[in-house]
């Protein structure tokens, strides 16, 4: 069973840049041909894409966070990263990973295999 593990600083201030890692345990040969997706949520909201990086390696930014947004992976590492700069406070959200595959990748959130369990991320002076 993979297991998908975020981490990342927690509280940064408006205007920094903020490097969120994906963590994959439990996988197998299999797992670097999964798509891995971050998707966030900020407080009294729903869920909304920030981007994806498709088994093939290219990847998918959601339009409105193209701009500052950049998804990458290190499949030696089983690891998966999130860059976004200029962080303002609507930026603030628990912010997860996910993923499917292999082969796949599902634009349905809740057609995802596996999901981590978020990681905060506030943005406040």
């Known amino acids: 069973q993979m297991q998908l593990q975020e981490s990342g600083p927690g509280l940064v201030k408006p205007s920094q840049m903020i490097s969120l890692t994906c963590s994959v345990s439990?996988?197998?040969?299999?797992?670097?041909?999964?798509?891995w997706g971050w998707i966030r949520q900020p407080p009294g909201k729903g869920l909304e894409w920030v981007g994806a990086?498709?088994?093939?390696?290219?990847?998918y930014l959601s339009p409105s966070l193209k701009s500052r947004t950049s998804i990458s992976r290190d499949n030696a590492k089983n690891t998966v990263y999130l860059q976004m700069n200029s962080l303002n406070a609507e930026d603030t959200a628990v912010y997860y990973c996910?993923?499917?595959?292999?082969?796949?990748?599902?634009?349905?959130?809740?057609?995802?295999?596996?999901w981590g369990k978020g990681t905060l991320v506030t943005v406040s002076s």
């Open positions: 996910a993923a499917s595959g292999p082969l796949l990748f599902r634009q349905c959130l809740s057609d995802m295999d596996y």
């Open positions: 439990g996988g197998s040969d299999t797992t670097i041909y999964y798509s």
């Open positions: 990086i498709v088994y093939d390696g290219s990847t």
